[in-house]
């Protein structure tokens, strides 16, 4: 049996997060969505706590971490959906052992993919950040939910409140 890939895995959860609210929510459009971080070509995890994300920063110091974010737009009324893995990369530059101490120590980023709040100081570990869409990093990649949005002929700019 062979391991599920990054993208399937994100695909599938993604769809799985909103398909399981149909009954719940019938006749609407549901969003699912899932990310994972992928550093020498391994899934990595949550940390959880200090000791992990301090091996996982130092692991990805001077790395090109990949995030896998699977995007799921669900119509309830007909059991249709759009799926779509999003991929954003992050450089990180070269990190001192006190840097990742000091960084984890303010943030304390033990719950977050990457070890890191890139909304935060996160932003000051990488070199380099590359994707079609920030968002994405975040674990929503907006600009391509907007698209399957428009395919469902649903514009958020011509919304009104009583919709």
């Known amino acids: 049996m062979h391991a599920e890939s990054a993208q399937d895995l994100v695909t599938r959860l993604s769809y799985e997060k909103a398909s399981i609210l149909q009954a719940k929510f019938p006749n609407h459009l549901i969003i699912g969505s899932d990310q994972v971080c992928v550093l020498n070509n391994k899934i990595t995890g949550k940390p959880l706590n200090f000791e992990n994300a301090f091996a996982q920063l130092k692991q990805a110091s001077g790395q090109c971490v990949i995030f896998y974010t699977g995007l799921t737009l669900y119509n309830s009324s007909t059991n249709e959906h759009k799926s779509h893995c999003e991929l954003f990369y992050v450089y990180f530059r070269h990190l001192t052992d006190n840097e990742i101490i000091g960084y984890l120590n303010k943030e304390k980023p033990f719950y977050c993919a990457g070890s890191f709040k890139c909304e935060g100081l996160g932003i000051t570990l990488f070199d380099k950040l590359e994707g079609d869409d920030p968002n994405s990093l975040v674990g929503l ?18 919304i009104t409140d009583d919709q």
């Open 141 to 158: 990649p907006l600009i391509r939910l907007n698209k399957m949005l428009l395919s469902q002929k649903i514009n958020p700019l011509l």
